[in-house]
């Protein structure tokens, strides 16, 4: 089984993942590291869409740029845990018949680097006039490596066996589920299920949106519009509004794992149907999460924004 859990920034979502890791028969990934390549703007989810729905051969070269540019980037940023994934995001590429050339279209024109600025006027403006004057061919060389896949008729099932292949290769021990943050959006889940295992499970995390937005203005986060607090309610309706309860998708409360522990460690245990020894207290202390609740009563400076958010989206208040 592989298991998520996700939640806008300052959710809560690492007191739930917390609590997973107690479970022993869990193996689990640091606390701060995020696995988005699904649904991140250029990953597996974009690059499906584009190559198979929304894309001529002439262009497919970008999306797939893009897409293991993305995958470089995973695999520097949590190198220390897995370095594997530009190499599976490779071998999935290199699976969908692909034809590596080189070429400067439109795209690059329009996202030239500085040296690429210089050259390219070097090259109209210097180069050109000497190659007609002399019968000559000087110029400098932009193009730049494109793989365009010829094989995308098939791609979901390609693109499904990149994640298990992805997965897996954060596995130590094969036999043990898997936790990892973020496989998932916090909002719309559901658009990765047809890339996961039928054994996948979700875990969403909310918080009280007076206690979330004085986090976000406290420590100035860019996780969510905090700026004015009009701009936070709309956001934050907008969140909520768009997540739908399904098979493998749980939404969960941040206060309930404080005010109602064991009811609700019950409750997500039964819901991931992990059967294991539960080490508890190993990593979640509900007496220390329960400090960073009802932060709307401690911060008397944020009391308009706080009424504006009480009157605004009551229904969303946690009901202490």
Excluded at 258 to 287: A, H, L, M, Q
Aim: hydrophobic share 35%.
């Amino acid at each position: 089984m592989v298991i998520s859990i996700s939640g806008v920034g300052f959710s809560g979502a690492g007191a739930y993942y917390d609590l997973l890791c107690e479970l022993e028969n869990v193996e689990h990934t640091p606390n701060l590291y995020e696995l988005g390549i699904l649904y991140e703007t250029d990953g597996l989810i974009d690059l499906v869409n584009k190559l198979k729905y929304n894309s001529c051969k002439i262009t497919s070269y970008v999306p797939i740029r893009r897409f293991l540019h993305l995958a470089k980037f995973y695999n520097d940023y949590g190198s220390r845990i897995n370095n594997k994934i530009y190499s599976i995001a490779l071998e999935f590429i290199n699976g969908l018949d692909p034809i590596y050339t080189k070429g400067y279209q439109y795209h690059e024109i329009a996202n030239q680097t500085i040296k690429e600025k210089i050259c390219n006027r070097i090259n109209t403006m210097f180069l050109s006039r000497l190659n007609k004057i002399y019968k000559t061919n000087y110029s400098f060389k932009l193009d730049r490596e494109m793989i365009i896949c010829l094989d995308v008729d098939n791609i979901e099932k390609s693109a499904k066996d990149f994640v298990e292949n992805v997965l897996n290769s954060f596995r130590n021990d094969i036999n043990k589920d898997l936790l990892i943050k973020h496989i998932c959006p916090p909002d719309i889940p559901e658009i990765c299920l047809p890339y996961l295992p039928e054994d996948f499970r979700q875990i969403s995390v909310n918080r009280d949106p007076r206690d979330l937005y004085i986090l976000g203005k406290l420590y100035n986060t860019s996780d969510f519009p905090c700026c004015n607090v009009k701009d936070f309610v709309r956001y934050y309706l907008a969140i909520r509004l768009r997540q739908k309860t399904a098979l493998h998708i749980k939404y969960v409360n941040f206060e309930d794992l404080c005010y109602k522990y064991e009811e609700t460690v019950r409750d997500i245990i039964n819901f991931v149907s992990v059967k294991s020894f539960w080490k508890k207290g190993s990593y979640f202390n509900p007496e220390h999460s329960i400090q960073n609740t009802k932060l709307f009563l401690k911060y008397s400076q944020y009391e308009e924004d706080i009424t504006y958010i009480e009157k605004t989206i009551p229904q969303y208040l946690y009901n202490y």
